[in-house]
Nanobody, 131 residues
Framework: QLQLVESGGGLVQPGGSLRLSCTGS????????ISWFRQAPGKEREGVAC??????????NYADSVKGRFTISRDNSENAVYLQMDSLKPEDTAVYYC??????????????????????WGQGTLVNVSS
């Protein structure tokens, strides 16, 4: 079964850090741009960060709300993409999803805009930033 699996969510105090993982099951992430999204209760899904495929340049892009606090990276030996989240704020509380984008190379960049170009989605992992 081809799927993405997120892990690493949990409860953390404001100012703390978490690292989320997104691993590919049944397929390699090497050829895909990967994006992270989040959805807070009662709000629309929001793009957070993305990284181009390893066969391209692994360039990255971030939403303004997380720029300077979050870092996206990938490890092909682990078939994984990570989202390092530092200086967490209560407004970062959400379910975080990763998605595999098969149009990154054609577009020339990764994207944090949701759309039909995302071939696989994970089931999400909950991040709760609270004291």
């Amino acid at each position: 079964q081809l799927q993405l699996v997120e892990s690493g969510g949990g409860l953390v105090q404001p100012g703390g850090s978490l690292r989320l993982s997104c691993t590919g099951s049944g397929f390699t992430l090497y050829y895909y741009a990967i994006s992270w999204f989040r959805q807070a209760p009662g709000k629309e899904r929001e793009g957070v960060a993305c990284i181009m495929s390893s066969r391209d340049d692994e360039s990255t892009n971030y939403a303004d709300s997380v720029k300077g606090r979050f870092t996206i990276s990938r490890d092909n030996s682990e078939n994984a993409v990570y989202l390092q989240m530092d200086s967490l704020k209560p407004e970062d509380t959400a379910v975080y999803y990763c998605a595999a984008d098969s149009y990154g190379r054609k577009r020339g960049a990764c994207t944090i805009a949701a759309g039909p170009h995302f071939e696989f989605w994970g089931q999400g992992t909950l991040v709760n930033v609270s004291s």
